[in-house]
């Protein structure tokens, strides 16, 4: 597999982590945009951080990470689904942006917002500034501020690949001993902040962790596949049209010379309808898809 995610344990303290590295899914995205290669490493990055959640949750829907800014790079959103299927886009000025511009200059005053929208169950939504160097720092941030679960991330991309390192320290149960059950956890954070960009890109995942961790009890658990697809479709770009009202459907045919093209941003996909189609999904009150695929 080129896009997978994988757990591993501590035996020995109360520490999980997961690896993510994508390739495939990585170059589908930056392949529907010509995106600056700050943006693509933004977006890459951002990529490998919802791969890494989505990992850590254990419930069936979708994770949104969007992030928002008044700068060149006004939005970051990435979706990943509890089946393993990740999309994303960026929205950016690119006379604004620099070869090497940093995140703080790209998305000033930003903000960055989680949501988990389970396919049963209540929506939530977590937001938090986007204080830091690095995506990796912001995460951080919000896992500190929002949640219970001390939790670090370690990100890298390079528009080629995206690769995430996830810590997170769990419930005692190992170590029932506060300071011990630190010690273990900045051990943990000592080590894993000694890797080099070049080795979270280049090394496969047993020899990162040996070469981090060869003194720790470790277990590694199977991979779990990742893959790029979006979600757009002909029945959700008739959905949208339907939600006009007829009249304004019908007008909006009209303006443009008798028919209308619906785009996917995430993957350029386009959906025609014509008058003959907007009728079809008015009839008797229903907004059955019409049997034409035509894209």
């Not at 490493?41 to 990992?55: P, T």
């Not at 956890?185 to 894993?192: D, I, P, R, T």
């Not at 339907?242 to 304004?248: A, H, T």
Request: charged letters at 25%.
């Amino acid at each position: 597999m080129s896009d997978f995610s994988q757990r591993f344990l501590f035996d020995d303290s109360d520490i999980r982590g997961e690896l993510v590295g994508l390739t495939d899914s990585y170059s589908h995205v930056l392949a529907k945009h010509a995106y600056p290669q700050p943006v693509a490493q933004l977006l890459g990055e951002l990529l490998a951080a919802a791969s890494l959640l989505i990992g850590t949750l254990k419930f069936e829907g979708l994770l949104i990470l969007q992030a928002r800014s008044s700068g060149a790079v006004p939005l970051l959103m990435v979706e990943c689904s509890s089946e393993g299927e990740l999309r994303g886009i960026a929205r950016y000025n690119a006379e604004q942006i620099g070869a090497d511009a940093s995140l703080r200059e790209l998305m000033p005053d930003g903000v960055l917002a989680i949501t988990v929208d389970p396919k049963a169950g209540q929506r939530y939504q977590g937001i938090v500034d986007l204080e830091g160097d690095t995506l990796a720092d912001c995460l951080t941030n919000y896992f500190n501020t929002s949640e219970q679960l001390s939790t670090r991330f370690w990100l890298s991309a390079d528009g080629q690949c995206a690769r995430g390192l996830l810590l997170q320290q769990l419930p005692a149960d190992r170590l029932k001993d506060d300071d011990e059950r630190e010690a273990s956890w900045q051990h943990a954070l000592a080590l894993a902040d000694t890797v080099k960009t070049e080795e979270l890109l280049g090394l496969d995942n047993e020899t990162l962790l040996h070469r981090l961790y060869h003194q720790e009890a470790l277990r590694l658990f199977d991979p779990r596949a990742l893959q790029f697809r979006c979600s757009c479709s002909r029945e959700r770009s008739s959905r949208a049209l339907v939600s006009l009202g007829q009249e304004d459907a019908e007008a909006l045919v009209q303006e443009h010379g008798g028919s209308v093209e619906i785009d996917c941003q995430f993957c350029n996909q386009r959906y025609l309808f014509d008058a003959a189609d907007v009728l079809q999904l008015f009839i008797d009150g229903s907004s059955e898809v019409p049997s034409d695929t035509r894209h």
